[in-house]
């Protein structure tokens, strides 16, 4: 009898604005010097009004009708959450709501959506998602037992972090070359740990939903609700992990496509089918014993084909990227200025790489699709440019 596990990422970056060093007139204040206020609140304003609100409406009133019967999980990031307090708070309202329900689960993250859990010293990585821990707890009144690393980047030394953090569970990509011929649709253990249990995306079925659902050419298309929920009773296993981005809602699949009908006679059409139930992360790992070990020396994902980090430091520029901005950590701890502190840490938002990306075909497409840069190189230069006036912020402070 599978359990249908629903987990949707909530994630906005801050957006960095054109920046140039041989401009005089550059603000003062660093956040208003390096991230464009404008576009930031425009994007969110969209999203909010495609996305956001008539998708979590939509799950609010399914929660309320079905009851404990329909249960789903997010992980929503800490720019996604000080972004909606600051351009739309009623977002947040409606994440309370759903809180209250007792029928969502809510996991933890890195704060920032950063790539620190690839930094040599760790101490970042744990800062951030403590943050994110207590974030959670203050706003929502939740604590997590169930862990997601910023794009699912995971690997037998993150499992033991998160362990040793003291989560129960995990998400990680059920590809198959940690698979093989195995099923991401059963609980794993994780080599090298003792306790904590993995929960594998199921990305084919994930992305029927996310990346198909209104191609044209897709053999299947178009899906409906029931088709998609006979393909779910069909299927074999603990837990069918179906975790996808929430913008698939609205803004990547538009309302056009008929995206949110799906959504809404999805549970329908589920329990239409005995075996069906819906389970939230906690209570797929509290229920189920790991039937076999994963083994992952390697950093695995969910992005692009090759499901590893080469989206974030597959080429020269990222990695010189990064490589500067994992270097500031101690400069910037040594200045013991908060407002530095976090302005270094929007600065690791793992999107400001992912523009940066240079792989073509639909890998490429996809980058394209998210970044405000012209080209990779022109995000290379600007957040270089960036990053090395904020170095030169750093040594004065």
Not at 42 to 54: L, M
Not at 63 to 90: C, H, N, V
Not at 177 to 205: E, M, Q, T
Request: hydrophobic content about 35%.
């Amino acid at each position: 009898m599978p359990s249908i596990c629903i987990y949707f990422q909530v994630h906005q970056p801050v957006r960095l604005r054109r920046f140039s060093l041989y401009d005089d007139h550059q603000p003062e204040n660093l956040y208003e010097r390096y991230f464009d206020l404008k576009l930031n609140k425009d994007v969110f304003n969209k999203v909010a009004d495609k996305c956001y609100i008539p998708a979590t409406s939509l799950l609010l009133e399914l929660i309320r009708k079905y009851g404990d019967k329909f249960k789903i999980s997010y992980s929503l990031t800490g720019t996604f959450l000080e972004q909606a307090a600051q351009y739309r708070p009623e977002v947040l309202d409606l994440f309370h709501d759903l809180a209250a329900t007792g029928s969502v689960d809510f996991l933890n993250e890195t704060y920032y959506h950063s790539l620190s859990s690839l930094f040599e010293d760790k101490t970042e990585f744990l800062e951030q998602v403590r943050k994110h821990s207590e974030e959670l707890k203050e706003r929502f009144g939740v604590e997590a037992d169930v862990f997601r690393n910023t794009e699912a980047l995971f690997s037998n030394d993150i499992a033991r972090l998160a362990e040793e953090f003291g989560y129960k569970g995990i998400i990680a990509e059920g590809h198959e070359r940690v698979l093989g011929w195995r099923s991401p649709n059963y609980v794993y253990s994780v080599k090298g740990c003792k306790k904590i249990k993995a929960l594998l995306r199921n990305y084919k079925l994930s992305d029927d939903v996310s990346y198909r659902f209104s191609a044209q050419w897709w053999s299947e298309f178009p899906l409906t609700a029931e088709k998609y929920a006979k393909w779910l009773a069909e299927s074999q296993g603990q837990c069918i992990n179906l975790f996808m981005d929430y913008e698939t809602f609205g803004e990547h699949q538009w309302k056009e496509t008929g995206i949110f009908d799906f959504l809404k006679h999805f549970p329908e059409e589920a329990f239409k089918h005995e075996q069906l139930k819906f389970r939230t992360p906690d209570d797929v790992i509290a229920e189920n014993e790991a039937v076999g070990e994963i083994d992952v020396p390697y950093a695995l994902s969910w992005a692009d084909i090759e499901r590893d980090a080469s989206a974030w430091l597959g080429n020269s520029m990222q990695r010189e990227c990064f490589s500067l901005l994992q270097s500031l950590e101690g400069p910037v701890r040594e200045t013991r200025d908060d407002d530095i502190l976090h302005i270094w840490r929007l600065l690791q938002n793992s999107d400001h790489l992912y523009y940066l990306c240079t792989k073509s075909w639909a890998d490429g497409d996809v980058h394209k699709y998210f970044s405000p840069f012209p080209s990779p190189y022109d995000g290379f230069i600007n957040l270089m440019n960036i990053l090395q006036d904020f170095k030169k912020q750093v040594e004065r402070a």
